[in-house]
Every structure is written in structure tokens, then in C-alpha cells.
Nanobody, 124 residues
Framework: QVQLVESGGGLVQAGDSLRLSCKAS????????VAWFRQAPGKEREFVAAISPSGATTYYTDSVKGRFTIYRDNAKNTADLQMNSLKPEDTAAYYC?????????????????WGQGTQVTVSS
């Protein structure tokens, strides 16, 4: 399995930006798709964004399209989520995860590995 550690969360105001980072170790990172999920208090965990193993293909949930961008650097074993124009409804714990297919991660497949999460709070 791949071990994942997220960082970069924090408290920001609406309209601000944050960049989350996911650092991987263990198995060959470049073999895996990476996704970001989030879970707000009292709500189910939801898919946010995913990127294919090569980085060539990305997927986003509709509510973040045009505001969030997912990147990866296989040489550094990292996958980042750049979040711009943040809204209070983006407040959640954000989790990094890996799987075999970005497309399948975006449509409900269970990831093979999860990070511990990082909190993002957006004040109005």
C-alpha cells in the first residue's frame, strides 16, 4: 500500500486560496491515480478531484470546477490541490487517496489508501 500524508489546511476567508499537498511513500506512486475527497460535519464524504497516474487526465466534481486544480509530481511523490475562490461551503476535512483509476475514483470506487486528512475552514 501507499502511505499518504496531507498538509496545507487552515482557516481562511471567503475568496482566499489554499494549496493542499499530499506526500506519498511506500509503493510506486506513479502507478496510482490520486484523488481528493472531503467531508463536512454531518455530511458524507464526497469526491472532489482526481488525477490519472501520468497526470494527463483530471476529473472534478461540478461544485469546484474552475476553482480547484489537481496536480501531481511523480518525481517528488506529491499530489497537490490548488483551491482558489474558496467559499464557506468548501469547509471540510480534506483527504488524499489513491486507486488504480482516476475515472473510477471519480465515480465511486473505493480507494486503496487514505491519508489522515487536513482541515479547511472558510469563513464568510
Amino acid at each position: 500500500q501507499v502511505q499518504l500524508v496531507e498538509s496545507g489546511g487552515g482557516l481562511v476567508q471567503a475568496g482566499d486560496s489554499l494549496r493542499l499537498s499530499c506526500k506519498a511513500s511506500g509503493r510506486t506512486f506513479s502507478n496510482y491515480a490520486v484523488a481528493w475527497f472531503r467531508q463536512a460535519p454531518g455530511k458524507e464524504r464526497e469526491f472532489v478531484a482526481a488525477i490519472s497516474p501520468s497526470g494527463a487526465t483530471t476529473y472534478y466534481t461540478d461544485s469546484v470546477k474552475g476553482r480547484f486544480t489537481i496536480y501531481r509530481d511523480n518525481a517528488k511523490n506529491t499530489a497537490d490541490l490548488q483551491m482558489n475562490s474558496l467559499k464557506p461551503e468548501d469547509t471540510a476535512a480534506y483527504y488524499c487517496a489513491t486507486g488504480r483509476s482516476a475515472a473510477r475514483l471519480s465515480t465511486g470506487d473505493s480507494p486503496s489508501s487514505w491519508g489522515q486528512g487536513t482541515q479547511v475552514t472558510v469563513s464568510s
